[in-house]
Each structure stands twice: as structure tokens, then as C-alpha cells.
């Protein structure tokens, strides 16, 4: 016996009340990153954040909340609005001022990722032999990607014997192994970031053609074909995350990638509409 409801309408709130509720846990997925960003900065930055420095240190947390308003514009794009209010001028000259505001912030960004992969890279050897006696309310060491923890009797003893770094930042240390792992997170966190870039830049390609009647064809093959090579990517980055990573990160990535099946769904939805009101006009002038 199916469980599926069989009013369309039902139908299409129960589809709408799961989308929406991804689109909030990822809303609350800004809050998460930036109390992890928070935590993180008080080690990378003890005297404070300079301006400059703040996509640095809350990089997550801006990058996230930025998503979060671009995939709101895409839905109010795809689904919400018809093609007669998208042509207007007023709003289309608003959403492309939101727009780029965040693809901005987007941007930076990633070069906020950039910078700290790079932390991880500008490091040099630590060889102390008894890490007890460097106990003093500020050493901390570097336990996974943002996640620092401070130096005590109770923990300094499980760093004595490994080989061990210290970062371009004063008083943290990292051993050799999570050094390592660390790396290779913050590589992944780089290729997520421009791999989503490219996915937004063929999203708007696609709904640039789709208003003006143009996404079909070879166009739209090379759209997808593109589109399949980012989402693998992305699902990769998923998957490692899930393996070696953080639960956070994961829960994050895995979320996205549901949030941006949706789109598709709408974009989908939107070219099947167009053809039907395209077949209907050639019917009626015939």
C-alpha cells in the first residue's frame, strides 16, 4: 500500500514543508559555524580580530550565511516569482544587488579558506622534550581544523615524544599526524568552496537562458554535463568529510547538496512549464 498521498495539492505542501526545513537547518547551520569560528579565533587571534582579518577568522560562518541568501534568491527565481515579475526592472536590478553583494563576501571567502590552508603550511619545528613545562594559560595545541585546545597538566603529557610544529601563529603547536590530517581538510575546504562557486555561475548561466526561452538543446546538455562533474566533486568533498572530517562539516555538505537538488527540481519544473505554455500558444495560433 503506497504512503504517498494522492491529492496533488497535500502532495506538493508535504514537498514544500521538507524543502523549507532544509532550507532552516542550514540557516541554523550559520549559528553552529560561527560559535566555531568564535572558539577558533580566540587561539588564531588572542589580541583580538582586526577588520581585515575577520573573513579569516569567521570564515565559515560568513561563507554559510551568505550561501543561505543566495539559495533564497534562486528559489524566489525558480519557483516563487513568474517570469513576468523576474523581467521587471525594479526587482531585477534588487536581486542583482543582493546578489552581488554576496558573491562578493562569497569570493572573499574563499580566499578566507585560502588563507587558512596556508596556516597550516607556514610552520616550523618544535622540538621541546617536556611540553609540562610550557603550561601557561596560552600554549594550545592543534587537535583537527578549527578545533584548538588549550595546553594543561592533564593533556601535555600525550604530546611528549611526537615530532612536533608550531604555527606562524604564537603558542600553538600541531604534531606531525594531525598536521597531516589538517592539511588535508583545509585542502578540501578550498576545492569545496570554488567547486560551489562554479556551480552558482552555471545556476545563474541557466536561469539567465531559461527567462529568455533559450535553455534547451546543446546548451542545456553542456549545462548538465558540467553541473555533473561539480556535483560529484562536491559529493566527494561529502564523503571524506564524513570519513576523516568533522560531523558538522558533513551535516553541512550533505545538506547543501539536498538544498541544491531542490533547485534543480525548480529549474526542472520551470522548463517543463515553458514548454507547455509555448505548446499552447503554437496550438492557439495554428
Known sequence: MSVVPQDPV????????????????LMWNTYLFFQQDWASSSHTFRQGVPLPDIIAAFTDSIDTMNWVILLLLFELETWVLSDEVLKKKSLKWGLLAVRGLCYSLIVYAFYGFWAKMMLFYGVTSFPVQDMCRLV???MAFVAGLDNYVLLTNENC?????????????????VDADTLSATRGLAWVDV????????????LEVDVWFQIRGLLEGMVLKISKMIKAVFYSTLLGCAVYWGLLGGFLDFWDAFLWLLAFAFIEMNLFQWQQETKEQDAK????TV
Open 10 to 25: 497535500v502532495r506538493e505542501r508535504l514537498y514544500n514543508l521538507f524543502k523549507y526545513s532544509i532550507y532552516l537547518l
Open 136 to 138: 601557561d594559560g596560552q
Open 157 to 173: 603529557r600525550q604530546l611528549n615524544g611526537l615530532k612536533l610544529f608550531e604555527l606562524t601563529t604564537p603558542n600553538l603547536i
Open 191 to 202: 576545492i569545496n568552496s570554488g567547486t560551489w562557486l562554479g556551480v552558482v555561475v552555471i
Open 281 to 284: 500558444v503554437q496550438k492557439m
